[in-house]
């Protein structure tokens, strides 16, 4: 009898908790909605095609990063560098590139360069117990610096010049009418998906968001 009021008041607070959450998820959706409409009406080239796939070329990366933070963030953490490992990954792999490494192999180097970024800051937050916003912010000034470096080393601003015509072609690679980009974004959107919804890996995640303490005499 003694528990029932506190059980009653933790799903109250759940409710208005939900409610909160619902009211900021239409309200934001409303926004995008009217300034899609804005645009409609005021920008005759808004609604067309080319337009459009422009525009979602353009959100397919942030999309692609945006998949992997997802994650992070529902576990209640987050993390600074991801902008600036993401620069100094697509510096790196330009450098790569114009320095006679194959296309697809710079990709991989550069992949494996940016999960480097991110095991270091696994490392930081789990194992030596720094707190995410002084470990990823010390990660994002170091791959920012890198960025620079290697930047005024091959050339500065323009580290763009002399790159291979094979780097420009896999950047507007088409499949049919849509970017490869974009399917790459959506084979990842539709895999986190998965992975939150049905292996216990998303629910362990989902589990560490809500309490970490449950969820680590859960798993253990």
Known sequence: MIEQPALESNQNQ???LSRIFNAQKITLIGVIIAI?????????????????????????TIIIVATGATLLMITGNFDLSVGSVVAF??????????????????????IAWGMFFGYLNGLAVARLK?????????????????????ARWDGGANISAGLPRDFSS????????????????????????????KTVFGRFIFAMGSNPDAARVFRY
């Open 14 to 16: 759940s409710i208005r």
């Open 36 to 60: 899609f409409i804005f645009f409609a009406i005021f920008a005759p080239n808004f609604l067309t095609t080319r337009n459009l796939m422009f525009v979602i070329l353009k959100i397919s």
């Open 89 to 110: 990954t697509g510096i790196i792999y330009a450098y790569m590139a114009k320095h006679g490494i194959p296309i697809y192999m710079a990709v991989v180097l550069a």
């Open 130 to 150: 720094i707190t995410p916003v002084i470990a990823t912010l010390a990660t994002m000034y170091i791959a920012r610096g890198f960025a620079f470096l290697i």
């Open 170 to 197: 896999f950047g507007r690679t088409m499949i049919g009418p849509i970017p490869l980009l974009t399917i790459i974004m959506i084979v990842l959107v539709a895999i986190f998906i998965f992975i939150e919804r």
